[in-house]
């Protein structure tokens, strides 16, 4: 009789101890999610007071064009397309002297940086205006680099409009004044659905990195003033 109590209080209490931590869990959880869905918001907020059109946005000392997917022939993707083709549409206004292409070119089998500076020089475009970022892994390493290796103070940064608030943020909190041109010119398909859902995540990152953190790119090295030659960043 009395083992059956013990066990029968035992029981109560389990249910008592997993219901309050239940509860627990579910709160922490939902301050979690709120606080995710908060700075999401913040950054979201931030970048988009400097989104400009073409005829609206100052000139600058170099248009950013950040990397994207490049096909094992050299072909870049669609969205890497539309970004390219906008910054060419800006500097061809004069909107700025010189382009960064800022993109993966950490393997020797996957080289973003040549394909977007080869795009750019067919649409004739002097090597020398061209500079490449081969260590741009990241949108904020990318700003960060044109900041610190560049030497750029003043840029117009080239992505897609679900992209570009995260890179403009990134920027202004590294220091540099920072404006963005959205390149959407095509639907881009179900693909941007997770796009989407990833730039959550991506923002609340690069908001403990460049408000907080502040951690070096995986690369600094020598400056490559960008009011130079181009064709010092050259690989090839």
Not at 168 to 192: T, V, W
Not at 204 to 216: E, I, M, V, Y
Request: charged share 25%.
């Amino acid at each position: 009789m009395i083992e059956k109590r013990n066990k029968s209080n035992f029981i109560t209490f389990l249910k008592r101890y997993l219901k309050k931590f239940i509860v627990v869990l579910l709160a922490v959880l939902a301050i979690l999610f709120a606080s995710v869905m908060a700075v999401n918001i913040y950054v979201e907020r931030m970048g988009t007071k400097y989104i400009l059109d073409q005829n609206t946005v100052p000139t600058a000392d170099a248009i950013l064009i950040l990397g994207a997917y490049v096909y094992p022939d050299g072909t870049t993707s669609s969205m890497l397309t539309d970004r390219l083709t906008v910054g060419y549409e800006l500097y061809k206004e004069g909107k700025a002297p010189k382009i960064v292409v800022s993109g993966d070119h950490g393997r020797k089998e996957y080289d973003e940086v040549n394909a977007m500076k080869n795009f750019l020089k067919d649409k004739g475009v002097p090597s020398q205006d061209i500079f490449m970022d081969h260590a741009g892994f990241s949108t904020y390493e990318s700003v960060y680099r044109a900041r610190d290796i560049f030497q750029i103070h003043k840029v117009i940064i080239v992505t897609q409009d679900y992209h570009l608030m995260r890179a403009i943020f990134s920027a202004r909190e590294l220091g540099l004044e920072a404006y963005g041109i959205p390149s959407d010119r095509h639907d881009y398909g179900q693909a941007m659905k997770m796009y989407r859902l990833r730039e959550i995540a991506a923002r609340n990152k690069d908001f403990l990195w460049a408000k907080l953190l502040k951690p070096k790119p995986t690369f600094l090295g020598d400056t490559i003033p960008v009011f130079g030659d181009g064709r010092v960043t050259d690989d090839k």
